[in-house]
């Protein structure tokens, strides 16, 4: 986690260490892929795991940050995983993010719901 003031940001206009908590991102867009984007009604989701039986949960997001759906708690294996049809047809068209937490490194992908 990295603690940040938002209010107070230095010369270089990144956020002071004090005050509001914003959890660490690791953005690797080979790590994790979302397919077909833009989407319709479902969606399928790779990723790829570095550690054995690491806890992996992925949740969607909308552009306020509100969470949408918890798609998957679990354990994965080293290697590639697919998560295949996921159903969106019930969200409202619009931008979300789908954020992956794999062993406690997180990657946030966009998605476009058409």
């Given at each position: 986690?990295?603690v940040?003031?938002?209010?107070?940001?230095?010369?270089?206009?990144?956020?002071?260490?004090?005050?509001?908590?914003i959890?660490?991102?690791?953005?690797?867009?080979?790590?994790?892929?979302?397919?077909?984007?833009?989407?319709?009604?479902?969606?399928?989701?790779?990723?790829?795991?570095?550690?054995?039986n690491?806890?992996?949960?992925?949740?969607?997001?909308?552009?306020?940050?509100?969470?949408v759906?918890?798609?998957?708690s679990?354990?994965?294996?080293?290697?590639?995983?697919?998560?295949?049809?996921?159903?969106?047809?019930?969200?409202?068209?619009?931008?979300?993010?789908?954020?992956?937490?794999?062993?406690?490194?997180?990657?946030?992908?966009?998605?476009?719901?058409?």
């Open positions: 986690m990295i940040a003031d938002t209010t107070n940001p230095d010369t270089t206009g990144i956020p002071q260490s004090k005050g509001i908590i959890p660490t991102v690791i953005e690797k867009l080979s790590d994790v892929k979302v397919y077909p984007n833009p989407a319709h009604n479902i969606i399928s989701l790779s990723l790829l795991s570095v550690l054995d690491s806890l992996v949960d992925i949740k969607v997001y909308d552009l306020s940050g509100r969470l759906q918890s798609l998957y679990g354990n994965c294996t080293i290697g590639r995983s697919t998560i295949k049809d996921i159903d969106v047809a019930g969200m409202s068209n619009g931008i979300y993010f789908i954020v992956t937490n794999v062993g406690g490194n997180i990657s946030r992908q966009k998605f476009i719901k058409n």
